[in-house]
């Protein structure tokens, strides 16, 4: 019977959590640093491509729909990969894992949370629309004053639901060398050969982290939600 050796975690405790899940150490990687920079970054291209997705210009409304299409229907390892080989031949320079991460995590999951956007914008009722005109309000600022705020409420626990699914994604920037939680523990276990106890430890990680995201977006969903 083979015991389980919690030992070899607490002797790499610094190491897994400071450097892979921080980010802080002599690796450039981190698998927060990676996860909040894409979510902020990615929410606010997605909101750009869900209102390209709803104008009433043809040229503005098809870009935006064929890059939700094409995105949404290739795998994000193959997103990974086209940002790994061809963002360095394109600007003639090495890029680092980091820099590849996020660009691939932005320009992926911002098509997944356009389609949240442009859902929620349809679902304010058409009358508020209607009462912002009728007083006077431009079309920017009844989209920035009216409908944003209305639609943000009704998006939350989707846009939390894919903010969970985009963290424990990061996980997949660890095929390309960055040194997230993931990497960290491939990197330990290649010296302890300890796969259950440094994966198991990873795992509950992961799941106190999407489990408190989830938590938290109940409490904004009760709070902020639509009654």
């Known amino acids: 019977m083979v015991m389980l050796d919690l030992g070899v975690v607490w002797r790499n405790l610094p190491f897994l959590l400071v450097q892979g899940f921080l980010g802080f150490g002599n690796f450039v990687g981190g698998t927060l640093r990676l996860a909040i920079p894409a979510i902020v970054l990615g929410f606010l291209l997605g909101i750009f491509i869900g209102l390209g997705r709803l104008a009433p210009q043809p040229w503005i409304r098809l870009p935006a729909t064929l890059y939700v299409e094409f995105f949404r229907g290739v795998p994000l390892v193959m997103v990974i990969f086209w940002m790994w080989f061809i963002m360095p031949m394109v600007l003639q320079t090495a890029i680092p894992e980091f820099g590849v991460a996020l660009a691939a995590f932005v320009i992926f999951e911002a098509a997944y949370l356009g389609e949240i956007v442009r859902a929620g914008i349809q679902s304010v009722p058409r009358g508020q629309v209607e009462a912002a005109t009728?007083?006077?309000?431009?079309?920017?600022?009844?989209?920035?004053?009216?409908?944003?705020?209305?639609?943000?409420?009704?998006?939350?626990?989707?846009?939390?639901?894919?903010?969970?699914?985009?963290?424990?994604?990061?996980?997949?920037?660890?095929?390309?060398?960055?040194?997230?939680?993931?990497?960290?523990?491939?990197?330990?276990?290649?010296?302890?050969?300890?796969?259950?106890?440094?994966?198991?430890?990873?795992?509950?990680?992961?799941?106190?982290?999407?489990?408190?995201?989830?938590?938290?977006?109940?409490?904004?969903?009760?709070?902020?939600?639509?009654?």
């Open 134 to 227: 009728a007083v006077g309000l431009t079309g920017a600022q009844t989209m920035r004053d009216v409908v944003l705020p209305q639609a943000l409420k009704n998006m939350i626990p989707s846009l939390v639901t894919q903010f969970i699914v985009l963290f424990k994604d990061t996980s997949l920037a660890s095929i390309i060398g960055f040194m997230d939680l993931t990497k960290a523990a491939q990197v330990v276990n290649n010296r302890e050969i300890r796969p259950f106890e440094l994966y198991l430890f990873i795992a509950v990680i992961y799941w106190i982290c999407t489990y408190s995201m989830s938590r938290y977006a109940r409490h904004l969903e009760k709070r902020w939600g639509p009654a």
